[in-house]
């Protein structure tokens, strides 16, 4: 459900001359990363996602700028909202994901527990809801 979505806050190294954050495979998160991949060059306006995944975890990071996640599991419905680079959002399989609210400039990193397998999606939103009753 969208209770199990939650913030995870990452390891931050704060120096004078800047903040490192470090994501270490199987210890900050509750998955193995397989796959990283970033969204970018967002123009104002737009959404991305849309579909909800049968296995897959995923973790959001804003690493830099801020958007909005809504997250629902056909049930309920939750907004979070990403602008630090040191928190990332856990996304659960069986949530129905919209991004939006992009901010100029902004980079919405994702690691995740597989490969890319368009076998995993769900693309359709009656689909999706009948799947989640
Ligand atoms: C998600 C949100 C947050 C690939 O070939 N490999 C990949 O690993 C990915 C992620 C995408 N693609 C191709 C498939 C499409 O032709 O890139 C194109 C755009 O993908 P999509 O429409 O799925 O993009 P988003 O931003 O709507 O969704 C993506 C992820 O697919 C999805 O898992 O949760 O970002």
Do not use: M
């Not at 994901?97 to 597989?114: A, I, P, Q």
């Amino acid at each position: 459900s969208v209770d199990d979505c939650r913030l995870i806050r990452l390891p931050k190294h704060e120096r004078e001359n800047g903040n490192i954050t470090v994501v270490e495979n199987d210890i900050d998160l509750p998955f193995a990363v397989k796959r990283v991949y970033y969204l970018y060059d967002v123009p104002g306006g737009e959404e991305r996602g849309g579909h909800s995944h049968k296995q897959l975890y995923q973790l959001l990071v804003a690493a830099g700028g801020s958007f909005d996640v809504i997250l629902d599991d056909g049930i309920s419905t939750r907004t979070v909202t990403l602008n630090r680079p040191s928190y990332g959002l856990l996304i659960v399989p069986g949530i129905w994901r919209v991004l939006n609210n992009f901010s100029s400039g902004s980079v919405c990193l994702v690691l995740t527990s597989d490969y890319y397998e368009e076998s995993d999606y769900i693309r359709d939103y009656q689909e999706f809801k009948e799947i989640s009753r």
